[in-house]
């Protein structure tokens, strides 16, 4: 079931910069924990970003560490996924999602239950 809307992707070139936003139409997901998660062409979705519920805690993939920056901004039901220094292998969908399960910061997809349709980024080298 899609209750999310991610913007913000696109064609850019290397070292470039880009600011995704995902924000929940009608719904509220302030007691929610938020991830992004990213799937290029024949690979498995993979864990990218993640925030707790509560803003204080946040979790990133290796290969993405001080490169991309999430944050949240829960007076508007929105995460934000500040990507930066782009390379090729960054090319993929990026998918938010939610997870009622405050147990940690979640890397598994199977853990988020309500999904974007995603938007592609696409590095060109």
């Known amino acids: 079931q899609v209750l999310l809307a991610e913007s913000g992707g696109g064609t850019v070139q290397a070292g470039a910069s880009l600011r995704l936003s995902c924000t929940a139409p009608g719904r509220t997901f302030s007691l929610y924990n938020w991830g992004w998660f990213r799937q290029a062409p024949g690979k498995e979705r993979e864990f990218v970003s993640a925030?707790?519920?509560?803003?204080?805690?946040?979790s990133y993939e290796d290969s993405v560490k001080g490169r991309f920056t999430i944050s949240r901004d829960s007076a508007k039901n929105a995460v934000y996924l500040q990507l930066g220094d782009l390379e090729s292998e960054d090319t993929a969908v990026y998918y938010c999602?939610?997870?009622?399960?405050?147990?940690?910061?979640?890397?598994?997809?199977?853990?988020?239950?309500?999904w974007g349709q995603g938007t592609q980024i696409t590095v060109s080298s």
């Open positions: 999602a939610v997870t009622p399960s405050r147990n940690g910061l979640a890397r598994a997809p199977t853990a988020y239950d309500f």
């Open positions: 925030i707790n519920w509560a803003d204080t805690e946040t």
